[in-house]
């Protein structure tokens, strides 16, 4: 379990609810790394291309057995250095991107399950996946009667607020530059969001990731 001065950050199963084209519905720290080094973080030695995240989370609330579930950018910028354990992911895919996240590399907050989903703002990991521990919890919404102690089946990762971006980035927009370059050509043309939209947790290339970054420098598409 995490230490106490790092609170529990309650996500959205993977696997449950619209996605959000149809919307219904956190070791030793290392300072962030700065976006223009991005492309530099260390790179998973299995899959080289996914050292870029895009992190769902839900900023308006939503109760489940009683417990609000909602964690927005705003939330994690409040904690005690401003990190947080990134708990409750419970599909497998979502998982195993988790596991081959390293320290230092950056991820996008994306608001998720909202009157406007998009993209808030960056976050560093800093910590590696180790084991969730709410899926032992059974007073937690996320826990999985399932999973074992002596072989836990989910992993989290801790993460560290960096900045908001200059401006949020609306799911609205980034699809019309997914359209765009499904026609064209583009970085965003295969992007995880559109093809894998159903996932909390997604990678995204060294392309993608410094386009979507250099949208918040320009006007609204």
């Known amino acids: 379990m995490p230490p ?7 996500k959205r199963t993977a696997s449950s609810g619209k996605d959000d084209d149809g919307e219904a519905a956190g070791g030793k720290r290392k300072a962030a790394a700065a976006p223009a080094e991005s492309a530099k973080n260390k790179e998973s030695s299995e899959c080289p291309q996914l050292c ?29 250095d401003q990190t947080g354990c990134w708990d409750g992911v419970r599909n497998y895919q979502a998982r195993n ?17 909202c009157k406007e989903p ?9 910590k590696e996946a180790y084991v969730d521990h709410t899926q ?46 499904r026609a064209t050509g583009g970085p965003l043309k295969d992007a995880a969001l559109f093809t894998r939209a159903r996932l909390s947790v997604q990678p995204l290339t060294p392309e993608e990731f410094d386009f979507v970054l250099s949208l918040e420098d320009e006007e609204p598409l």
Do not use: C
Request: net charge positive; charged share 30%; aromatic share 12%.
């Open 4 to 10: 106490k001065t790092r609170a529990r950050v309650s």
């Open 52 to 80: 870029h995240w895009l992190m769902k989370s839900e900023p308006e609330s939503r109760f489940e057995n009683d417990i609000d579930v909602k964690f927005g950018i705003e939330d994690l910028k409040a904690l005690p």
């Open 97 to 113: 991107f988790m596991r081959q996240m390293k320290d230092g590399q950056l991820a996008f907050f994306y608001h998720s399950n």
């Open 118 to 126: 998009g993209i808030a703002g960056l976050m560093t990991i800093v």
């Open 136 to 181: 032992f919890d059974k007073k937690d919404v996320h826990f999985d009667a399932n999973s074992k102690a002596d072989n836990p089946k989910w992993s989290m990762v801790d993460v560290q607020y960096q900045r908001m971006m200059k401006r949020f980035l609306p799911l609205s927009e980034l699809k019309k530059y997914h359209l765009q370059h």
